[in-house]
């Protein structure tokens, strides 16, 4: 099946600092990728969708200024949070998009990583 | 904007059987899926409605009502493994932007012996 991977698992850092975490599919292209952020007993709040080659598309309220993505490649999609402040602390998770969907079985088309665990102090 | 109400919490014993409730309000509609999640984990892909009706995956299936704007899952023969959250997500396809998913708060699935 199709998987998707971050890194790192686990993040813990000052705040003020900068943090990057990597999304890659690893045996397929992923034409979109998406983030989201989780809070402890909530749901997945979509972010942002990143599109290979193009400027991400950012949900209303999320400050793209703080939350830098790039997607430089059809497998690989960065987000950077920037001067990270311990209200950001959350669990980022990022998924991907076969980019043939002929591969797509049963409505799943979209796959997630593991999650990032972001802890800033 | 988007809006999905499912439960907080469900209990069970194992093997019984459980329905976990979702309704949503949605400025685009293009299918209602189920996720599972595991404390710390990425969410699960566990089945897919496009069209009214049942789908059935194993011990699990899946209803939707567009009409209703509602739909659920149904578990059955409940193992402890299936303590997690379980949530509804819709896709909205909207322009460019293929694929998006909303999700619900999520509802929190214990199992007991």
């Known amino acids: 099946g199709a998987v998707v991977s971050q890194h790192p698992s686990r993040v813990i850092c000052k705040s003020g600092t900068s943090v990057k975490i990597e999304c890659r599919s690893l045996?397929?292209?992923?034409?979109?990728m998406f983030w989201y952020r989780q809070f402890p007993k909530q749901s997945l709040m979509l972010m942002a969708t990143s599109n290979e080659g193009s400027k991400a598309t950012y949900e209303q309220g999320v400050e793209k200024d703080k939350f830098l993505i790039n997607h430089a490649s059809l497998t690989l999609s960065t987000l950077t949070v920037t001067s990270a402040h311990p209200e950001d602390s959350s669990f980022y998770i990022c998924?991907?998009?076969?980019?043939?969907?002929?591969?797509?079985?049963?409505?799943?088309?979209?796959?997630f990583g593991p999650g990032t665990r972001l802890t800033v102090l | 904007g988007q809006s999905l109400e499912q439960p907080s919490e469900v209990t069970a014993v194992e093997g019984a059987i459980v329905q976990i409730n979702c309704t949503y309000q949605?400025?685009?509609?293009?299918?209602l899926s189920w996720y599972q999640q595991h404390d710390g984990g990425a969410p699960t892909f566990l089945s897919y409605n496009a069209l009214d009706g049942l789908e059935e995956t194993g011990r699990f299936s899946s209803f939707l009502s567009r009409s209703d704007s509602y739909g659920y899952l149904l578990l059955q023969e409940l193992q402890m493994k299936d303590s997690a959250s379980y949530f509804c997500?819709?896709?909205?396809?909207?322009?460019?932007?293929?694929?998006?998913?909303?999700f619900g708060r999520g509802t929190q699935l214990t199992v007991w012996p």
């Open positions: 998924s991907a998009i076969l980019r043939d969907r002929r591969l797509s079985a049963g409505g799943n088309e979209q796959f």
């Open positions: 997500a819709v896709r909205d396809q909207r322009g460019s932007t293929l694929g998006r998913l909303y």
């Open positions: 949605t400025s685009g509609f293009y299918g």
């Open positions: 045996d397929f292209q992923a034409t979109t």
